[in-house]
C-alpha cells in the first residue's frame, strides 16, 4: 500500500489542494483547517452545511499567501497572507469549542460576503491557540486545528471504488475530502487499523470517521443530492454514525509524499 494523494483544506469547508509533499505538524498538515469562514455577528463557524456554495471556492498556496478564485464566475483573485498578524483578536466558536481567533480584515470579509450573498467574515487559528481531540479518539492527548474531530483523515481508494459500485453515478473522492488517499489493500481495510507508519512517520488511529450531509454536495456544481449519504447508510451505519475513512493523531514525523509506503505498526 502506497500514498497516492494529498490534500490540504486550507479554509475549513472549501474546496482542496491537492500537493505531492507536505508538512506534518501535529495539528494536521501545515495549512490545514486553520482558516474559517464565520457569522460575523454570533461569531459561530460557517460551512458547506448552511452555505453548499462554499465548494466552488477554489484557492492555490503561493508564496507567501492563499489565492482565493471562484470556479464558475469571474472575480478578482483574493490573496490572503499565510502568516496572518496584526488582525483583530476575539472568541469564536466551532461545535462545542470557543478559541481565540483573528480578523483577517474587511477586504477578505467583504470579498465572501458579496460571493456567498450573506455577511461573512474570514478568521484565522494562530500556532499558539490549543484544541484538543477528542479523548475517545486520541486517549494520549492531541490537538487539531478547525477540523471537525481529527488532525488527519485517510481513506483507501478500494473503499470508494467498492461504494461507486453500489452507486448508480460514481462520486469522486472529493466528497469526503481526506489529506491522504492511499492505493492497494482491500476495501475498507482501514477501518480496523491501530497505528500505521506512512513512511517513517507514525500515527495513531482514532477510529472510523463518522460521516454528515456535506458529502452528498458535488463540489464542482454546489448542488446537493442524497448520495452517497443514502447508500452508505445501508451497509456502513453500524450504530448511530455512517462511517467511512479512519482518523489519524500524529506520533512523530515532518513530511509524506505522495508514493510512501504504508505500514501497520
Known sequence: MQISSITVYPIKSLGGVSLQSATLEPQGLQFDRRWMLIDPEEKKFLTQRQLPEMALL???????SLVL????????????????????EFMATVWNDTL??????????????DLLGRPLELVYMPRVEERSVKGKYAPMGSSLSLADRSPYLIIGQSSL????????????????RPNFVFE????YAEDTWKSLKIGENAFHCGGPC?????????????????EPFATLA?????????LFGQML???????????????MV
Open 249 to 263: 493523531m500524529l506520533l512523530n514525523g515532518e513530511m509524506v509524499t505522495v508514493g510512501d509506503k504504508l505500514d
Open 69 to 88: 478564485s471562484h470556479l464558475t464566475q469571474k472575480v478578482s483573485a483574493l490573496e490572503v497572507p499565510l502568516n496572518p498578524s496584526g488582525g483583530e
Open 100 to 113: 481565540s481567533v483573528e480578523s483577517c480584515g474587511k477586504d477578505a470579509a467583504q470579498w465572501f460576503s
Open 58 to 64: 477554489r484557492m492555490e498556496i503561493g508564496a507567501h
Open 210 to 226: 463518522g460521516r454528515c450531509k456535506v458529502i452528498t454536495i458535488d463540489q464542482n456544481t454546489a448542488e446537493k443530492g442524497n
Open 234 to 242: 445501508t451497509y456502513r451505519r453500524p450504530e448511530k454514525s455512517i
Open 184 to 187: 492497494g489493500g482491500e476495501a
Open 161 to 176: 471504488d467498492d461504494l461507486n459500485t453500489r452507486l448508480d453515478t460514481p462520486v469522486p473522492m472529493d466528497r469526503f
